[in-house]
């Protein structure tokens, strides 16, 4: 095929751009079916379709700018307006239904080695009485599936019914064997007709592409006549991690090659007229999942497709990290309306993923009852399928100022924080909780230190020692931002001021000195005509702020409908999200609903930083909460960053042990990413964020990783943390944690 041509077989081709690589470029294409077309270097996605229904055309555009990668410009949810929950067919797995007809269903994974019958029976137990509706366990070979016969006649006898799942990797005549008795399937196919990756680059033809089709089709054929026969479901459950060497040859280790790789087996099961299957597209970076399920869901609606969807981050960690991550990733396809089965995946006993799941689906299903949103405004600048920052303008220093402003947002993401009088007056404790210790050799800014301060209160004129300690803050260029009121009536040098629209719509601030840094509160569904103030104005950041417990307003759609206008309007602030949580509420919620609401935001690129407030929460603890998210988000590194998997049957260590293990000892390293992970099934894959890897290899040995590529093998697991840590050393990224005060 000649560079730049398309064969004149394909329908619904027009004009358009030709700097997208073709002579003429798609515009519009029928869409059924997809294949690969290659020129040189170039490579393309096309979709066409056989019928000459009208309705299946779709447009298409580059997956980011100057891509020859295309995707289709379609819609992702149902509304970008307001939370609507995506309409699904019903998918039974045994006696519980999943789809948009459907509560949100809660699941998690056995860690017991399937083999061991009675404890791998006390442990579904004691998840379903922990109010899970579904549980996973693994099945690597033909042992765990004869126990699976047991452990299902067991429970049975017990007067439990939840239904069960087997985990599938590797093993075709496993899952045949297994479809006999559990309820669902989940096959991996990244794994399960492809050969185990090797992460290398291949080359294929056409002709040899085709047939690694039809050997996908041979294996995985048989299993959907099973599930057909027997009443079951079946996941299509793609990982990032795990893509094969074929699907990442062509689409590189993308969402778009998650996408195809799933699709690849849906197209079979519609074949054969199977139907009772879902999707997911699960990664350990919440930024990547979040894109995988988006273009997913595009391309079912351009099909016609209604499958449920199950959500999920693999690898999400442990404790705060691990339930942020997961909130960043869950919560924001739960606020555009998308999932209908989630898991937690946290390194902790599965029992313990069912509460943080819980709350992750009644906030979901809460938004989606409410239809949680704003008027209807056309979205132009929003990117979807791929992460483009939009950075407001940091402050600049201005003619005659005395005070450095350029520290009160950070570059890479800020963190503000509510300060209150009585803290002001403790001013050691106070810095103690801005900063992070100062680690030799880090720069200050680098660390998790807070960039600016709001002062709802401030200390009376002759208040020195509350003065002084406002003073030493602004020196070190840390922010201090003030209402008006109060800085017309005990004003405060050098500090910025809170107002709102209608202080700034009536002139008040005009009372402020000139040049007077201002910091601007919006809530995001004020008219335009409202908005327009903002253009004759020159504002330090805008903080959206929009009380969380609003009935009808969503605060996501809210920040999307104000970045628009900014957008719009050239309006280059920057923006802080700003949620003033409820007084008692629970950790668990606030870490969940912060990650929700901020992170749906973050993952987009729109926003600069955050503030959050709760009444009666500790302050340090809302402080590395913030952190989290930021990290969670990628955003700005603070801390080491971990992946690890949470345990499962094929574990070949005490996961939460080594983990903790780890943590103690390199917890200190800032920019590090580590993953500690249990096998090799998506090990390699799932460190592909990570620097180092730590991987079970055998029972009581480790492999060592460096990215992508093993460079240690067989270590034994009483020295591999060493092994580990000399490793980070090598590599010059090892620094000595600060001596403890």
């Not at 470029?25 to 077309?37: G, H, I, L, N, T």
């Not at 006993?349 to 405004?377: H, S, T, Y």
């Not at 900063?435 to 030799?440: I, Q, T």
């Not at 103030?533 to 805008?542: S, V």
Request: aromatic share 6%; proline share 5%.
């Amino acid at each position: 095929m000649a560079t730049g041509t398309l064969p004149a077989s394909f329908p619904g081709l027009k004009s358009r751009d030709p700097g997208l690589g073709f002579a003429k470029s798609v515009d519009f294409v029928r869409v059924c079916d997809f294949r690969k077309f290659k020129s040189g270097r170039r490579r393309f996605t096309v979709i066409r379709n056989s019928s000459n229904s009208s309705s299946d055309i779709a447009e298409l555009q580059p997956v980011s700018e100057g891509s020859p990668l295309l995707v289709p410009r379609q819609k992702y949810c149902e509304s970008i307006h307001k939370t609507v929950r995506r309409k699904t067919r019903t998918v039974m797995v045994g006696n519980v239904a999943i789809g948009s007809e459907h509560p949100i269903r809660v699941q998690t994974m056995t860690t017991n080695d399937t083999k061991d019958v009675a404890g791998t029976v006390e442990e579904v137990m004691r998840i379903a009485d922990q109010g899970a509706d579904l549980v996973r366990i693994t099945v690597q070979g033909k042992r765990e599936a004869d126990a699976c016969f047991e452990i299902k006649n067991s429970l049975v006898q017990k007067n439990y019914n939840i239904p069960l799942v087997a985990d599938i990797h590797f093993a075709p005549s496993v899952a045949l064997r297994v479809a006999e008795c559990f309820d669902k399937i989940r096959v991996n196919p990244g794994n399960f007709a492809d050969r185990r990756a090797q992460f290398e680059q291949l080359e294929y033809t056409d002709d040899e592409y085709q047939k690694e089709l039809q050997h996908i089709e041979e294996v995985f054929s048989p299993l959907v006549e099973k599930c057909k026969k027997y009443g079951r479901a079946v996941r299509i459950g793609t990982n990032h991690g795990s893509l094969s060497d074929r699907i990442m040859s062509y689409y590189g280790d993308s969402p778009r090659g998650m996408v195809e790789s799933a699709f690849e087996f849906a197209r079979i099961c519609r074949k054969l007229d199977f139907h009772n299957f879902l999707f997911s597209m699960k990664a350990s970076n919440p930024v990547v999942m979040v894109q995988a399920y988006r273009l997913l869901v595009a391309e079912m609606y351009v099909h016609g497709w209604d499958y449920p969807l199950h959500l999920g981050v693999t690898e999400a960690g442990e404790g705060e990290d691990g339930r942020m991550k997961s909130a960043i990733g869950i919560g924001t396809l739960l606020q555009d309306g998308l999932g209908d089965t989630i898991r937690v995946s946290l390194t902790e006993p599965p029992e313990k993923e069912i509460d943080p799941c819980r709350r992750l689906a009644n906030l979901g299903m809460r938004a989606a009852e409410l239809q949680k949103g704003v008027a209807p405004f056309e979205e132009k600048h929003r990117h979807y399928f791929d992460f483009q920052r939009r950075s407001g303008q940091l402050p600049i220093q201005k003619e005659g100022e005395e005070v450095d402003y350029r520290g009160a947002l950070h570059r890479d993401g800020s963190v503000l924080m509510s300060v209150s009088l009585d803290q002001l007056k403790a001013p050691e404790l106070l810095y103690k909780s801005l900063a992070a210790k100062l680690v030799v050799g880090m720069p200050f800014k680098d660390l998790a230190t807070v960039d600016s301060i709001l002062l709802r209160e401030l200390p009376s004129v002759d208040d020195h020692d509350a003065r002084l300690a406002l003073k030493r803050l602004v020196d070190i260029s840390m922010g201090v931002i003030t209402p008006l009121s109060e800085q017309l009536t005990k004003p405060l040098p050098h500090a910025m001021v809170l107002v709102n629209l209608q202080e700034l719509s009536t002139g008040a601030y005009k009372l402020l000195p000139e040049g007077t840094r201002l910091v601007v509160s919006l809530r995001g569904d004020e008219s335009y005509k409202e908005l327009e103030i903002l253009k004759d104005i020159d504002a330090t950041m805008i903080l959206h702020d929009l009380p969380f417990n609003e009935d009808k307003i969503g605060r996501v759609q809210a920040a999307r409908r104000l970045f628009e206008y900014l957008s719009e309007n050239n309006l280059n602030f920057p923006v802080i999200h700003h949620i003033q949580f409820p007084n008692g509420i629970h950790r668990d919620d606030l870490v969940i609903g912060a990650g929700t609401n901020v992170g749906a935001l973050l993952v987009d690129g729109l926003g600069d930083g955050l503030l959050l407030e709760a009444p009666g929460q500790d302050f340090d603890f809302l402080r590395d909460t913030s952190f989290n998210l930021l990290q969670g988000c990628r955003m700005r590194n603070t801390k080491t960053e971990y992946v690890s998997c949470p345990s499962c049957g094929r574990t070949l260590f005490d996961l939460q042990e080594i983990s903790a293990e780890i943590r103690e000892k390199t917890s200190h390293l800032p920019g590090v990413s580590i993953a500690i992970m249990g096998c090799i099934v998506n090990g390699p894959g799932e460190m592909a964020d990570a620097d180092f890897g730590y991987v079970g290899g055998a029972p009581g040995k480790i492999d060592l990783y460096v990215g992508k590529t093993v460079v240690k093998r067989g270590i034994a697991m009483e020295q591999a943390t060493d092994a580990l840590i000399q490793l980070i050393k090598d590599h010059g990224r090892w620094m000595d944690p600060p001596a403890e005060e």
